[in-house]
């Protein structure tokens, strides 16, 4: 079993990176959060979960340990794989997905493509006991800054969108926008894509 891969970054996408380790190339699915934190950087280390199919061999990276527990906390929960997985570790930092679990926040669980509020709540129903006895409580994390409301999550959601139709990277986007609101959180959504596209 693959722990962690540590080498060159070869080549990095906002979902994929491919790490070079002594001439052997990995290629390792990744969330934004992982290629935020890896992003302008030669080198990395890269946590792995290995998903065996039949018909694939797919490996997952993590830039940390508890992005990858909640990974696997997520992929337990009936009806969530690996890529809706990533996509929830995409939407959300780390202290943002378990503040979202411990105070049962559906609504802002759900605007996460591809996520409905029976998902959300079969999520926060799962893993909230869990999150607690792995030491995750919103208690035991830094959260930096304040958590989103929905109204603020579906303000990140717009901008993000509408920068993406600019032309802009998600990744880049999506740190910005973040940004924005944390400076600002009841910032109504033209005013962040405009200082968004200052930044950017």
Do not use: H, W
Not at 5 to 25: F, R, V, W
Request: glycine share 8%; aromatic share 6%.
């Amino acid at each position: 079993m693959i722990e962690y891969i540590k080498g060159e970054i070869a080549e990095l996408s906002p979902a994929s990176a491919t790490i070079d380790c002594n001439g052997l190339g990995y290629a390792v699915n990744i969330s934004l959060n992982t290629y935020a934190a890896i992003q302008g950087k030669k080198s990395c280390k890269l946590y792995i979960y290995e998903a065996i199919r039949e018909d694939a061999y797919i490996l997952y990276g993590f830039a940390d340990k508890q992005e990858r527990e909640l990974f696997l906390l997520l992929i337990s929960v009936s009806g969530i794989g690996g890529n809706t997985a990533r996509m929830i570790l995409s939407a959300l930092s780390p202290s943002e997905l378990i503040n979202v679990i411990s105070t049962e926040n559906a609504n802002l669980l759900k605007t996460v493509k591809g996520i409905g509020l029976k998902t959300a709540q079969r999520v926060i129903v799962d893993l909230k006991d869990k999150i607690k006895t792995c030491g995750m409580a919103s208690g035991a994390v830094d959260i930096t800054g304040p958590a989103f409301t929905a109204a603020n999550a579906q303000v990140q959601e717009e901008a993000v969108a509408a920068l993406t139709m600019l032309g802009f990277a998600q990744a880049p986007s999506q740190k910005v926008v973040t940004a924005i609101l944390k400076e600002d959180a009841n910032a109504p959504v033209e005013q962040v894509i405009k200082l968004a596209l200052k930044r950017l």
